[in-house]
């Protein structure tokens, strides 16, 4: 049971990028820990998840040194200024976890709390993954060994005649090759970033992700004892501010993405106040 819930509760709130990062090795080694015998206890099971945390913010710190080496100067300053009010909205994000699992009675809560921490560090490093991946420099073509490389040379000299009427762009990669499906992801990813980015209120989605997040964090703070309120006050405004250095970033669909995460995030944690 344990184990079930530790997977149900590591899946991403947001689905486009549970499917993109499915198969990730972090998520494997993760779920492949919780199967152990000896992880089978409550506490086994919250170091398997620890250790998925670990894992995912050394892959924070990869893709961040990437940005740095290979961005542009403005999308450096950008993401490193993201990446401080991260950590610092992050360090407020505790002591309202605290508050809130202090309400709880149940040792299963602490895997809850475990993959509450974990998913806001995954959410982070799939975004600046994604990032990275835009400006890292491409990978260096395979070189041939000298038996290929001959036996490429006469196969070119024996086809010469028959290639000579075909069109100069004859190597192109075709429109089903896996370069031109990558050069067309690409192009569309591009001209998302290049789009401007419209006020939330007139884009449905922002706007929706908005309402969602107000509406659960009136529930959280109503179901919070009165001592634990500043906690919430203080983690949405440290929140917010990393909202703000963030948003502008990315593409709309990125925006909406990023309350998304705040709002699963929000809503566990008033559907868990006070459960026993």
Known sequence: MRCALLVALSAAPLAARAEAARADP???AMQSCSARSDRSSTPGQVQCIEAARDAWQAAIDV?????AAHAPEDVKRGWMDSQNHWLA?????????RAVFETTRGSTYSITEANVQLQSVRDRALAVRHVASRFAPPAPAPVASGASAASGAAAASGSASSASGASAGSDAPTASSPAATLSR????DARAHDDRMRPCNVDAACEHAQFDLHRYERSLREKLPVRARPALVR????????????????????????IGERVATIKRLAETVGND
């Open 89 to 97: 909205w992050r360090k407020e994000e505790v002591p309202l976890l």
């Open 235 to 258: 983690a949405q405004r440290a929140w917010s501010t990393y909202f703000d250095a963030t948003a502008p970033l990315g593409t709309e669909a990125d925006r909406a993405d990023l």
């Open 185 to 188: 992801a690409q192009s569309d």
């Open 26 to 28: 972090i998520d494997t």
């Open 63 to 67: 893709a961040m040194r990437s940005i």
